[in-house]
């Protein structure tokens, strides 16, 4: 899950070694058991749980462990006791980067994260140093080569993504990026499916106000980084201003 665009997130969950996946199931529970916490069991009527389970579809995350997962947070014992967390740091070349993350103990999970940063260049701030640098939007991606022959122009899906209530798109590669109001992506899903739209992921993040470009060494520290704080079981996404 790491990286700092929901777009190379999917991507990167799609491409997951079947060594990771493990990992990534773990942290697809701490994320269901902490949406369950906050608005209960039923994915009626928990939207929070909604994006959970399908972010959990992203990486294969098979049904029967995700309803595990879900009767556990739900249960009489309740799950691990998981807190959410948010730190924030500058990266190589003074990339903004913000880390998200569910730990059950966010002291241990602040000095791994710090060390990870440290031993990479980076350097952990205060709360509230950068966060101002990034918006809360809701994100939807489209993948064109998983859609129907009648559905793969570019221009065609720019213009359903518009009317389905998108705020603003992008593009990286073949991957569309929708953005939204945060209270709004699954509004926006449900528009697209209804036009036969195919949609990979919706979920909420944190979008940069602006990019920032790197010389070509920084970028590459910024990318191992990346990848090195997403191997942090804490960690769920990674998110930076850093430009492609």
């Known amino acids: 899950m790491s990286g700092h665009s929901h777009a190379k997130t999917i991507k990167h969950q799609k491409d997951l070694a079947d060594k990771k996946r493990g990992a990534a199931f773990s942290k697809m529970i701490r994320v269901i058991t902490v949406a369950v916490k906050e608005g209960g069991a039923n994915v009626e009527t928990n939207n929070k749980l909604r994006m959970a389970i399908d972010l959990a579809r992203t990486v294969n995350m098979p049904k029967d462990n995700i309803e595990r997962a879900i009767s556990r947070a739900s249960g009489a014992e309740g799950g691990e006791a998981f807190v ?10 003074n990339v903004a980067v913000l880390v998200s993350g569910i730990t059950e103990n966010r002291n241990r ?20 140093a950068i966060q101002w640098m990034f918006e809360r939007k809701g994100v939807v991606d489209i993948d064109v080569n998983n859609q129907t022959q009648d559905l793969k122009d570019k221009n065609s899906l720019e213009m359903a993504a518009i009317e389905a209530g998108a705020s603003d798109i992008r593009w990286y590669e073949n991957i569309l990026e929708i953005y939204t109001e945060p209270e709004k992506p699954e509004v926006v899903k449900k528009g697209l499916e209804e036009k036969g ?17 790197v010389d070509e060494k920084a970028k590459e520290h910024c990318e191992k980084l990346f990848d090195a704080l997403d191997d942090n079981d804490a960690v769920q996404e990674v998110y930076s201003n850093l430009k492609d």
């Open 109 to 128: 999970a602040l000095a791994e994260i710090k060390q990870i940063i440290n031993q990479n260049g980076g350097k952990l701030i205060g709360e509230g």
């Open 84 to 93: 959410e967390f948010l730190f924030e740091a500058y990266g190589p070349g």
């Open 197 to 213: 739209i195919k949609v990979e992921s919706f979920s909420v993040g944190w979008i940069p106000k602006e990019e920032i470009g």
